[in-house]
């Protein structure tokens, strides 16, 4: 997994959003714009405070949180606050937008 980034699954997932500001970039490893994404997460990680988590979910290795959330396109990324979501972008973001919907979901 890349550096920094947190793997969720099935198991961990609710566990791992259900406290605090978490980023979950929803992709798969055949998807090309998911590969565009994760280098800007990598550099998202180091900039973030350290009560946010930046995570990776595999949308082929976990259906049942992908389908929960109605994921039909990828990448998406939800931000989740509290186990709630916050705010879903759909298609590659930049480091920006990123920063900001964070910092909104504080």
Do not use: H
Not at 16 to 45: N, S
Not at 81 to 94: S, T
Request: aromatic share 6%; net charge negative.
């Amino acid at each position: 997994m890349a550096e920094g980034l947190l793997e969720l699954n099935d198991d961990n997932f609710g566990e791992t959003i259900a406290e605090g500001v978490t980023l979950v970039d929803f992709w798969a490893p055949w998807c090309g714009p998911c590969k565009m994404q994760t280098p800007i997460l990598e550099q998202l990680v180091s900039k973030v405070p350290d009560d946010v988590t930046v995570a990776k979910l595999n949308v082929d290795e976990a259906p049942q949180s992908a389908g929960k959330y109605g994921i039909r396109s990828i990448p998406t990324i939800l931000i989740f606050k509290d186990g709630e979501p916050a705010q879903q972008m759909v298609g590659v973001q930049q480091e920006p937008a990123l920063l900001s919907a964070i910092e909104n979901a504080k």
